[in-house]
């Protein structure tokens, strides 16, 4: 059985293989395992985003990350990363399957909290994405 870890990877290979580049049309790579805060960046340009796949239908609420690294980005003056939202399901037997593109993400719309004491990471601190259907997106891919 796979680990979390190479769950994550592998649902990163799948937007690479899937989406291209939204600046430039080229085809997007992984960078490597641990980068802080963005997961893939564009062959031909500059863009770097963020990739976080969902099991259930679009959501305006879906989980973030550890916020310490994220919070240091905006005290720098840096925004919050573009994100591909790859949000996969089984519906009536059918794999259904929608992936959007954020370009813009206030910092209003995440939601910081902290795991609990008896959690597997005790006390972690943690953001959500929240109020994702106020934002505009694009579909880049559909299934």
């Known amino acids: 059985m ?3 870890k190479e769950t994550w990877n592998q649902w990163e290979k799948e937007i690479v ?4 580049c939204p600046n430039c049309q080229k085809p997007l790579m992984l960078l490597p395992p641990n980068y802080p805060l963005y997961d ?3 062959t031909g340009c500059s863009f770097r985003a963020q990739v976080k796949t969902i099991s259930k239908k679009p959501s305006k609420l879906f989980f973030g990350a550890g916020r310490d690294i994220m919070e240091k980005v905006l005290k720098s003056g840096f925004m919050i990363p573009p994100l591909f939202a790859n949000f996969k399901r089984k519906e009536q037997g059918k794999e259904k ?3 959007r593109f954020y370009p813009f993400i206030p910092k209003g719309n995440l939601h910081k909290y902290q795991l609990s004491s008896t959690a597997r ?4 601190k943690m953001f959500h994405y929240q109020n994702m259907d106020t934002l505009p997106y694009f579909i880049v891919y559909q299934k």
């Open 2 to 4: 796979p680990t979390n």
């Open 17 to 20: 293989s899937l989406v291209q």
């Open 40 to 42: 893939l960046q564009c």
């Open 97 to 99: 399957q929608e992936v």
């Open 121 to 124: 990471r005790a006390n972690y």
